[in-house]
């Protein structure tokens, strides 16, 4: 069974840098599956942030183009995140998710993290 | 960027009752439509996808239609532990994303 899990520090400071590890058990992160970051702001809805698939293309949300970065660790099984500058508004719950893909085409978020809430205050 | 738009925000419904959750995409997004259903600390968890298909362990009581910019999500008949906030996202474009989402509640 697949399992992912976020890890990073739950506090950050305004204009410095928000790192997260995807930890992936149960499974390989050189299959030919999309892995993703996903954040909610607290009580408010998702806000996808990244792909990144195997063969090394990665797509981001333009909303956020500039300042993040995503990348796959295949010795270690996992893939990160780094998000520069931020703000309190980048205050969130950041999940990482697999993106189910076959033959070519790639569909669904089939599995997620539970989930990291990182706050960004002084 | 394609803005998915759901309807409405809030459902107040009693057990047992038919729920019918909407999303309208602001262009075509052929089949390509997933929902999904999120309890309060949880993750998201994968109901739904290209429209109409059922995920794997998701009882026949939910179910999808629609095609192009209109979509419904049903309840046929509301189990306690279907009172959540219920998500559509489309992978039609780039950027993916999500509705506001819609709330169902106990009424």
């Known amino acids: 069974q697949l399992q992912l899990q976020e890890s990073g520090p739950g506090l950050v400071k305004p204009s410095e840098t928000l790192s997260l590890t995807c930890i992936v058990s149960?499974?390989?992160?050189?299959?030919?599956?999309?892995w993703d970051w996903i954040r909610q702001p607290p009580g408010r809805g998702l806000e996808w942030i990244a792909t990144?698939?195997?063969?090394?293309?990665?797509y981001y949300n333009p909303s956020l183009n500039s300042r993040v970065t995503i990348s796959v660790d295949t010795s270690e099984n996992q893939f990160s995140l780094r998000l520069t500058s931020v703000t309190a508004a980048d205050t969130a719950v950041y999940f990482c998710a697999r993106r189910y893909c076959t033959g070519g085409i790639c569909y669904f978020f089939d599995y997620w993290g539970q989930g990291n809430l990182v706050t960004v205050s002084p | 960027e394609i803005v998915l738009t759901q309807s409405p925000a809030t459902l107040s419904l009693s057990p047992g009752e038919r729920a019918t959750l909407s999303c309208r995409a602001s262009q075509s997004v052929s089949i390509y439509l997933a929902w999904y259903q999120q309890k309060p600390g949880q993750a998201p968890r994968l109901l739904i996808y290209?429209?109409?298909n059922r995920a794997t362990g998701i009882p026949a009581r939910f179910s999808g239609s629609g095609s192009g910019t209109d979509f419904t999500l049903t309840i046929s008949s509301l189990e306690p532990e279907d009172f959540a906030v219920y998500y559509c996202?489309?992978?039609?474009?780039?950027?993916?994303?999500f509705g506001g989402g819609t709330k169902v509640e106990i009424k």
């Open positions: 149960g499974g390989s992160v050189t299959t030919t599956y999309g």
């Open positions: 996202q489309q992978r039609s474009g780039w950027p993916l994303t």
């Open positions: 990144v698939f195997q063969g090394g293309t990665i």
């Open positions: 290209d429209a109409s």
